[in-house]
């Protein structure tokens, strides 16, 4: 998995590219903790991501509540064909604000 960060003001858009599963989704819950203090707008763009396994949709929820929790705001952008319908399965496009 790679991270790729962009941060403008308050706004922080990060690209996923690979897998987001359970080897990798504890270095995303890392790089979000460090990086969404002071943060109100975070952009998740999955155009790249192959895979999310339920870790990783654990991680994204948990980015949602923080922002949530701090009256911020959390985008999911861009998700390929197969994380589309894994969002669909799980019910997190109900969840997420997926775009």
Do not use: C, W
């Not at 987001?20 to 991501?49: F, I, R, Y």
């Not at 009256?71 to 064909?81: A, C, F, H, R, S």
């Amino acid at each position: 998995m790679k991270i790729t960060k962009m941060s403008e003001g308050d706004k922080l858009t990060i690209d996923i590219e690979g897998r987001l599963d359970s080897n990798t989704a504890p270095l995303l819950a890392k790089e979000l903790e460090t990086s969404l203090d002071g943060v109100h707008d975070l952009t998740v763009d999955l155009s790249t991501l192959i895979y999310i396994s339920s870790m990783g949709l654990r991680v994204l929820l948990s980015a949602q509540r923080k922002l949530r929790a701090n009256d911020g705001t959390m985008v999911v952008k861009n998700p390929t064909e197969l994380v589309s319908e894994i969002l669909d399965l799980t019910r997190f496009n109900e969840i997420l604000n997926i775009e």
